[in-house]
Every structure is written in C-alpha cells, then in structure tokens.
C-alpha cells in the first residue's frame, strides 16, 4: 500500500503570512498514463472535506489563487501564499494513483 | 443542484452490521464514480472503496475487504455502503463523495454530510 507522510501536524501561522505543508509519497505517484495523481483537500471544523487541488497544481473550482500545489514524483507540498481566518482547518493530500490513499492531515492554525 | 443525502445516525452493537444510503439528486446518478470515505473521532481521512454507479463494478481498501459491500439503485438514484463485523474501531463518520472525473481519480467534487456509526456493546 502507498503511505502518505504529511509533515508538519500542525502549523500555527499569522495572518497574512505564507504556509506550506508538504507531502511524500513512499512510491512514485505518476501514473502509467503520464499523469500524477496527487490531490489536496482542506477540511474545516465540523464540515466534509472540500478539494482545493488535483493533479498537482489544478485548481478546482472556486478555490482562491492563493492555493497552489507544486511537485513530482514521490515530493510535493502545498502553499497558501497569504493565510486568511477562513483557511483554518486540516490539510489532508491524497494519491489516486494506485487506488486511493490519504495523508495523515497538516492542521493550520492562526498564531 | 447537486446533492449527495446520506441516512441518519446509527448505533450498532459489535459483530452487528451497518448499511448506510447515499441519495443522489441534481445530476445523472449513472454518470459519476461514488466514494466512500470514513474519519474516526478526532482522527484523519480514511478511503475505503468505490462503487460505479453504471455497471455496478466495485473497488474496495485491501483493509476492509471481505467486510464492505457496495452496492447501488439505479432506479432511486442510490448508493449504498455496508460494513460488516462491526467493532468498536469502525465508529465514525462514513461519508459518501462523488468522483468530478471519467475515472476514480479522487476529484470529490461533491460530499454528502456524513453519517456518525457508532459501534458499542
């Protein structure tokens, strides 16, 4: 099975200040068809998670540009350029190449 | 618009077995993969499997197999998850998510609102 390491479990930010949460996958996620997928989902307090990216770095829609997702292979990490209130949640990537499986979630938090 | 519905809250005892429906509206049921994917209290995201709304054919978590079930009702826009042998490790959130993509590619586009199974003697 694919394991999902997320680091960090929690990241305390300020407001308006960058994060970055960054994901490993124990084998390489691209698929025999060329792509990678590795997808991002934010889950706030007491809601179903939402999907912010997928395939890397897509946005899905209606998710702010402040979101990006960056990597390949085995590496990748998500940003969110400037934190605002409404990004506290936890942050979970996902590979959906070999079947599915998730990460452990980075909790974002405001310092 | 559409909208994943999912049946209530159940409480179960262990060894028992659980089914919980996920009613689909607002889009052709036929057309979109369903997941389900599980969170224990206070813990992370856990996939277990998905079901094609079309042919019926399935694709479980090598944890659960041989104790899920996925089936669906094409004709009251349906899918279904049951899990069997409870134990007390199996309380939790089971939510349902449609797949955006042509393949099961995990873009969850749309979830329903979760379904707490409680397992306790």
């Known amino acids: 099975d694919i394991v999902m390491t997320q680091t960090p479990l929690s990241s305390p930010v300020t407001l308006g200040q960058p994060a970055s949460i960054s994901c490993r996958s124990s084998q390489s996620l691209v698929h025999s068809d060329g792509n990678t997928y590795l997808s991002w989902l934010q889950q706030r307090p007491g809601q179903p998670p939402r999907l912010l990216i997928y395939k890397i770095s897509n946005r899905f829609s209606g998710v702010p540009d402040r979101f990006s997702g960056s990597g390949a292979g085995t590496d990748f990490t998500l940003k969110i350029s400037r934190v605002e209130a409404e990004d506290v949640g936890v942050y979970y990537c996902m590979q959906a190449t070999h079947l599915l499986t998730f990460g452990g979630g980075t909790k974002v938090e405001i310092k | 618009q559409v909208q994943l519905v999912q049946s209530g809250a159940e409480v179960k005892k262990p060894g028992a077995s659980v089914k919980v429906s996920c009613k689909a509206s607002?889009?052709?049921?036929?057309?979109?993969?369903m997941h389900w994917v599980r969170q224990a209290p206070g813990q992370g995201l856990e996939w277990m499997g998905w079901i094609n709304p079309n042919s019926g054919g399935t694709n479980y978590a090598q944890k659960f197999q041989g104790r899920v079930t996925m089936t669906r009702d094409t004709s009251i826009s349906t899918a279904y998850m049951e899990l069997s042998r409870l134990r007390s490790d199996d309380t939790a959130v089971y939510y349902c998510?449609?797949?955006?993509?042509?393949?099961?590619?995990?873009?969850?586009?749309?979830w329903g609102q979760g379904t707490l199974v409680t397992v306790s003697s």
């Open positions: 607002g889009y052709t049921f036929t057309g979109y993969y």
């Open positions: 998510a449609r797949d955006a993509g042509h393949q099961p590619r995990g873009n969850f586009d749309y």
